[in-house]
């Protein structure tokens, strides 16, 4: 699935949408770039799933835990992540086979501690189309029932 944004509220609205059909334990594995919109993208699923609270990058902390919506909501950035030894130490697993959504910024960086079911979305920039243009695709990675978002 590609969509593509104009606006950061729309690039948010998607966000807000995948979490609508997001499902207990359901994995999302997020690249781009720098300033591509990884955090308006996470605002709007935070949103979608009945989070009120402010969502922010957890650089520092590698993952931050909400869980004031319709299921917990597990926020990785692994941009800073020294080795694979730090998301053992985090308990990453308890996360990602949990009975909540999670999502990965920089998910690229810990491919191989991924689940056998995620949907991996990565979002480019393209100035030609303009400064907030956004190509958000969603597919499917090692998906069993091989269907996308």
Request: hydrophobic share 35%.
């Amino acid at each position: 699935m590609i969509y593509e944004s104009y606006s950061a509220e729309e690039t948010a609205q998607i966000g807000t949408d995948i979490a609508l059909q997001a499902k207990p334990g359901s994995v999302y594995a997020l690249v781009g770039e720098l300033g591509a919109g990884k955090t308006v993208l996470t605002q709007g699923i935070a949103k979608g799933l009945g989070i009120t609270e402010p969502i922010v990058s957890p650089t520092f902390t590698i993952v931050q835990i909400y869980e004031g919506g319709r299921m917990p909501f597990y926020h990785f950035d692994v941009y800073r992540i020294g080795d694979l030894e730090e998301m053992e130490e985090i308990g990453y697993e308890d996360c990602f086979y949990g009975e909540g959504v999670t999502l990965v910024e920089w998910a690229n960086l810990v491919e191989e501690l991924l689940p056998s079911d995620y949907q991996q979305i990565t979002i480019e920039k393209d100035l030609e189309k303009g400064f907030d243009f956004r190509r958000i695709t969603i597919e499917c990675k090692k998906c069993s029932n091989g269907e996308n978002v």
